[in-house]
């Protein structure tokens, strides 16, 4: 069963530090890894996406990696500001077997970062 | 560009009521999604139409829910009739089409309708 785990389920952080969360995934034929960001009562925005031949991609002061051998996914966040506070989302794309879909989504359930003045 | 569009952004019923949800996808995106995300959970696909097309509506409880988008734009889902347990945000999201295969296509998503069953 493809499955998304991510860690830690919350953050607290003081504003200015630096923070990392963790994506785990059992997604297979994998297709690429995304990573969102959804503020308190909107849709998740994509931040960045990864496919298994890239092992780092940068936004901003977000800095995503994969290891698509461990099947492990990083986002660390520099120097966070308070508009960070929000729930990051990791999302992993299989590859559809029946050839009708570009790829099938597998959502994890959410880092939720609260940055503190 | 216009974002994904969806309304009503709210909505309240008692349970064994019916309720629809409107969603207008950026123009020119192929395929549409609705996702249900219970609090504090990541999204759940509910169905994915390509065009006017369902591509993949396995969870989905047809039982109780029905999605259409008649002429491949924009779409409605519908609950009826609604239970306790569907109280959640109902996320639409559209994208483009790179190909069969590999793909950094990217969901857009709408601002969400938020239902709450009593």
């Known amino acids: 069963k493809n499955q998304v785990e991510q860690s830690p389920q919350s953050l607290i952080i003081l504003e200015g530090k630096n923070c990392t969360l963790q994506?785990?995934?059992?997604?297979?034929?994998?297709?690429?890894l995304r990573w969102y960001k959804q503020d308190t009562g909107r849709g998740p925005v994509s931040l960045t996406i990864?496919?298994?031949?890239?092992n780092t991609k940068s936004n901003g002061r977000y800095t995503a990696t994969l290891d698509a051998d461990t099947k492990q996914s990083s986002l660390h966040i520099t120097a966070s500001q308070l508009s960070d506070s929000a729930s990051y989302i990791c999302?992993?794309?299989?590859?559809?077997?029946?050839?009708?879909?570009?790829?099938?989504?597998?959502f994890g359930q959410g880092t939720i970062l609260t940055v503190h003045p | 560009e216009a974002g994904v569009a969806q309304s009503p952004r709210y909505k309240i019923i008692e349970k064994r009521q019916s309720v629809a949800f409107w969603c207008n996808p950026i123009s020119g995106h192929a395929t549409l999604y609705w996702y249900q995300q219970i609090l504090g959970q990541g999204p759940k696909l509910l169905i994915q139409f390509q065009n006017n097309g369902v591509v993949d509506d396995s969870q989905l409880p047809k039982d109780r829910f029905s999605a259409e988008r008649l002429k491949g734009v924009d779409s409605t889902l519908k609950i009826q009739p609604a239970k306790l347990e569907d109280s959640a945000v109902y996320l639409c999201?559209?994208?483009?089409?790179?190909?069969?295969?590999?793909?950094?296509?990217?969901?857009?998503f709408g601002p969400g309708t938020r239902l709450t069953v009593l």
């Open positions: 994506c785990n995934y059992t997604v297979s034929p994998f297709s690429n």
């Open positions: 999201a559209s994208s483009l089409i790179l190909g069969w295969g590999i793909s950094t296509d990217t969901q857009y």
């Open positions: 990864m496919t298994f031949s890239e």
């Open positions: 999302v992993v794309s299989a590859i559809n077997a029946g050839g009708t879909s570009y790829g099938k989504l597998t």
